[in-house]
């Protein structure tokens, strides 16, 4: 019916021209049309997103401020309060670098492939089948395992809240793995039976998002403890024991990495947002903007009122912030209402990351990267999302919770893989942009543009990853057991590996990448 009246809206009068284009929300505007027709894409999803749904969207997902409080662990005891703070500024910058510049990639190609189909476009000729193969299992990789890693961050907190409640609850592995799955869910019902109301949700919880961190805020400067300036600006601990306090505050990057993590959630949704070109890149930067200043200044409001540091970290919640909030509020009943903003924003945070999973899958299952690329790149009739994509991307969730109730180090480990595939993935395909700029060759155009500071942009983008991407495989203590090691360059080079023999065996046979789809006279 929406499809109907949209078009009837546009429909010429006797004394109109017979041209005007035809704008709705299954074809989109005419610049989506032309974007679509040039990248040789039928469209096939609704494009019922627009600015204020897609900026919800990007800002749930990353839910920085919240992500900041429940990983608040990693840089208290790597780096202390003032390491945090200044990681976290750092941090904030350097991924500013990494997201504009794919805005301006996202402007040239609005595609649900994202990097894969970026780094097809715009790699050296040569280069382009393998480079593009090699990142579309990599967005794979990580947008997978963020299903099961967003439920577990909910689970945990929930078994925290069930602790500050009923002290004699003693949280079992079973337990979390159950939460996992309900998370999960709850999420897949979301984007199956909901698909066509999640914009609408999408601005409900945005609001949810934005008030419920005054409601903390006011709260801890109202109620917490204050430390004086000095001692939390001038806190530098390193009390995992690296031996160096400046080693130990890069590794406590981690938490705010994470929080940041995930500017490309919006360009896998492009093909269901009207006006993709113009409305993506500017989400996507907006959503930084706003989402590292709400974390900026919720992590100095707890550094202010965190109290003493170790009874924080040791708390028997496993949660510091909730252990923070009670410290403040005196109130089991208080800090369980402000604490449960965290735990929602969380559970929506993984509806978000099961459609931009779902939308990757299947956009690189469309170009034959996976197998049975057939049937994960179908879109049901009527449903008109990637419904096939979206059930295999909740069984992968639910094997990978399967992991927990055998070791928590190792599900926590293939949980972390994540963040470098999603790393590695942006290195390659901004490298590939540098590239271009660095030998003048022609960019395809677009509508948001970095102009002559592109080549600058693109260049801190890629040095700040490579930073962050060494450390992401570091252990968070020193002199590590097996159970405490990081597992994640064995696991990330087991996949990649995987990745490879498949190619070698079958992928170059069917995987052309989607520059050979292009519709070369549009260029």
Known sequence: ????????????????????????????????QKDMHRMGKTQELRRNFRFVSIFGYSMILMATWETVLTTLIIPLTNGGTGGAIF????????????????????????????????VSEFAPKKHQKFLSYVVGWLCVLGWQTGIASIAFLAGGQIQGLVILNHESYVPQRWHGTL??????????????LLARKLPLIEGTVLVLHIFGFFAIFITMW?????????????????????????????????????????SDAATH???????????????????????????????????FCLGDVESVIGTATGQPHIQVI?????????????????????IFGCVNNVATCSRQLFAFARDHGVPFGAFLSRVQPGWDIPLNSVIVSFAVSILLSMINLGSTVAFNSVLALGTC????????????????????????????????????????????????????????FPNPTPETMNWNILIYGVVVVFSLIYFVLRGRKMYVGPVEYINRDML
């Open 421 to 476: 595939a999603l790393l590695s993935s942006y290195i390659i395909s901004i490298s590939c942009m540098f590239l271009k700029r660095w030998q003048n060759e022609p960019l395809l155009p677009s509508r948001f543009r970095l102009g002559k500071a592109g080549i600058w942009v693109n260049g801190i983008a890629i040095v700040y990853l490579c930073m962050a991407f060494l450390f992401s495989f570091f252990p968070t």
């Open 326 to 346: 009670y410290n403040a509020t005196q109130s089991k009943s208080g800090a369980t209402a402000l604490a449960c903003i965290t735990t929602i924003m969380a």
């Open 222 to 262: 109202v109620l917490g403890p204050r430390s004086k300036p000095s001692e939390v600006f001038g806190s530098f601990q390193d009390n995992a024991g690296w031996g160096n306090v400046g080693l130990s505050c890069l590794i406590g990057q981690l938490a705010p990495i994470f929080a940041l993590l995930g």
């Open 269 to 303: 949704m492009s093909e269901e947002l009207r006006d993709a070109s113009h409305t993506l890149p500017r989400a996507m930067i907006w959503t930084a903007i706003v989402n590292s200043s709400l974390g900026f200044v919720m992590l100095i409001t707890f550094c």
């Open 179 to 192: 939460l996992i799955i309900a998370v999960a869910s709850f999420s897949i019902v979301f984007n199956t």
């Open 87 to 118: 990681v976290f500024l750092g941090t904030a910058i350097g991924m500013g670098f990494v997201i504009v510049s794919m805005a301006e990639m996202a402007s040239m190609a609005p595609t649900s492939g994202g990097q894969y189909h970026w």
């Open 1 to 32: 019916m929406s499809d109907l009246k949209a078009q009837a809206d546009v429909q010429p009068r006797d004394n109109e021209s017979q041209e005007l284009p035809v704008v709705s929300e299954k074809k989109g505007t005419p610049d989506d």
